[in-house]
């Protein structure tokens, strides 16, 4: 897997922390940890602003229930941004989401849902199927045994 910018949007110390270093340890590195999606999306114009957002590959682990600007305001508000989204996958974090919040979620954005904590095996492998011209296919969701809920 390529080098990848994540940014980690959660308010939990002890979730993020357990995530960045779960990334390290499969050596990503470029990782940045926005405590709400306010924080997220200042950090995201700013990388638009400097013109790196069509340089570069970024992954947004997403924690829906967050402070100030909750994971479905972000991706309202991500949605109305005038940069460009094809570089960025956003995935959502379950942590005992309704079923309704996660409709709605995946209609606005986000790509599919992890559970909490993040398994890097299930990570690697949703980057590998969603990620800029994967070759993975759809019908491989079949043989993986791992925690990972797709959108249909």
């Known amino acids: 897997m390529e080098n990848l910018k994540f940014i980690i949007v959660g308010d939990s110390t002890r979730a993020?922390?357990?995530?960045?270093?779960?990334?390290?340890?499969?050596?990503?590195?470029?990782?940045?940890?926005?405590?709400?999606?306010?924080?997220?999306?200042?950090?995201?114009?700013?990388?638009?602003?400097?013109?790196?957002?069509?340089?570069?590959?970024?992954?947004?682990?997403?924690?829906?229930?967050?402070?100030?600007?909750?994971?479905?305001?972000?991706?309202?508000?991500?949605?109305?941004?005038?940069?460009?989204?094809?570089?960025?996958?956003i995935i959502g974090i379950n942590d005992g989401l309704a079923d309704s919040i996660m409709n709605i979620a995946e209609k606005t954005g986000v790509e599919c849902f992890l559970t909490f904590p993040v398994s890097m095996t299930s990570l690697t492998y949703v980057i590998d199927r969603y990620a800029w011209n994967s070759k993975k296919e759809k019908q491989d969701d079949a043989f993986v045994q791992v925690p990972v809920y797709f959108r249909s």
């Open 16 to 89: 993020n922390t357990l995530t960045k270093t779960n990334l390290t340890e499969i050596g990503h590195t470029n990782i940045k940890v926005a405590f709400n999606g306010g924080h997220a999306l200042a950090y995201l114009d700013q990388l638009h602003l400097e013109n790196k957002l069509q340089d570069q590959k970024i992954v947004i682990l997403l924690h829906m229930n967050t402070p100030i600007v909750d994971g479905l305001d972000f991706l309202k508000k991500f949605s109305f941004r005038q940069f460009p989204k094809e570089n960025i996958l």
